[in-house]
């Protein structure tokens, strides 16, 4: 297949069919080198602004390929115990967990694993605070911060806003009145998804003035994740100046970034093989994949993947439909128009697939879980996992 635009060329230089086309598939196959590019990108951002950088772990978790992110990050922010537990075991540095509750048997796991605990509610801090402190009493060092609702965001898609109306995220303003917040050190706000530095700004002065009575009681503020600071014409030097200016502001507080999708943008792909192709108007190509099971956000977001050599229905010469391998009617990937006619055993890679993908995946209807390599320094792929019958059954057991 020829590239047909810029995103094609970087895609199939970081992932050439030399490459892609040796793996099982349907699989991920993940870059270190590109990873590492990102990063250089956020260890740079820590070096001019004494931020610390975490790596969310709901975004994307690959053990095989923590080593490699270790070297540029603080450590990890978690959504839970078994999420923490990776991060303390796996990945090193901080472990900050948040969930918008936690239940007693969580919560004993998250104080073993965590260096930070944030809670959504008051009453869920002061519900675990006895576990905390005798926790703190035998000599674990534990901070403790509120998740906050800035009441702004910018985010597009209502599945994925964390700040729209009806939000179960974060304490309101009027819920710190006159509360004792002896013990909190940190605050905690998370508004923007795929979004660059002047969509924080803009967030971060209604951070500032909806919370300004308690921001300076503080030792530490996280600005959340959603930072896309890899993708190209992000604007840097003004993520750098709104960080500096705002710890100039408030005594040179510490300042976290959580980003997931920033630390592997552009740094995966997801290849699938074409199984048949049905004579249907247009026709339609059954994928040795499932949308359903292995790129749920195709359907839920709904999100479109960019292919290689493929485009908008109707702009090049042949228009396909793609079906997914489960049951489900409608697991559908969508419509793509490409320059030639796809044949049975094509493979299609799909672009910028390391974030968001395996960690979501489900053995739903049997389906397989996708292989996942792991691309070396010297770009030569290795198996870093492979799925079959006992994952599926070990869920259900």
Known sequence: ???????????????????????????????????????????????????????????????????????????????????????????????????????????????????????????????????????TACGKEIRIGLRVNPGYSEVATPLYDPCRPGSRFGLLPHELENADLTGISGLHFHALCEQGADVLARVLAHFEKNFAPWIDQMSWVNFGGGHHISRQNYDTALLCRTINEFRARHNNIKVYLEPGEAVVLNAGVFVTTILDILDRNPPIAILDSSAETHLPDVLAMPYRPHIVGGAEPGILSHTYSFG??????????????????????????????????????????????????????????????????????????
């Open 324 to 397: 997914g391998i489960s049951c489900l009617a409608g697991d559908m990937f969508g419509y793509y128009s490409f320059a030639k006619p796809l044949r049975i055993g094509d493979r299609l890679i799909m672009a910028d697939m390391a974030l968001y993908s395996f960690v979501k995946n489900t053995t739903f209807n049997g389906v397989e879980l996708p292989e996942i390599y792991l691309m070396d320094e010297a770009n030569r792929p290795h198996s870093a996992r492979r799925f079959g019958f006992d994952d599926y059954r070990g869920r259900i057991a």
């Open 1 to 135: 297949m020829t590239a047909v635009n810029s995103q094609d060329a970087s895609t199939l230089a970081d992932f050439p069919p030399s490459i892609t086309e040796q793996l099982n598939t349907p699989c991920y196959l993940i870059s270190g080198v590109a990873a590492r590019r990102n990063c250089r990108i956020l260890a740079e951002i820590r070096q001019q602004t004494g931020a610390n950088i975490l790596l969310a772990l709901k975004a994307f978790a690959l053990p095989a390929l923590f080593p490699v992110l270790h070297q540029y990050l603080d450590g990890v922010c978690a959504s839970g115990p078994i999420e923490a537990r990776l991060g303390r075991e796996d990945f090193g540095g901080e472990v900050h967990t948040y969930a918008p509750a936690y239940h007693g048997r969580q919560m004993e796991q998250v104080i073993r694993f965590s260096d930070h605990i944030l809670f959504n509610s008051l009453r869920q801090w002061r519900y675990h605070q006895p576990a905390i402190e005798r926790a």
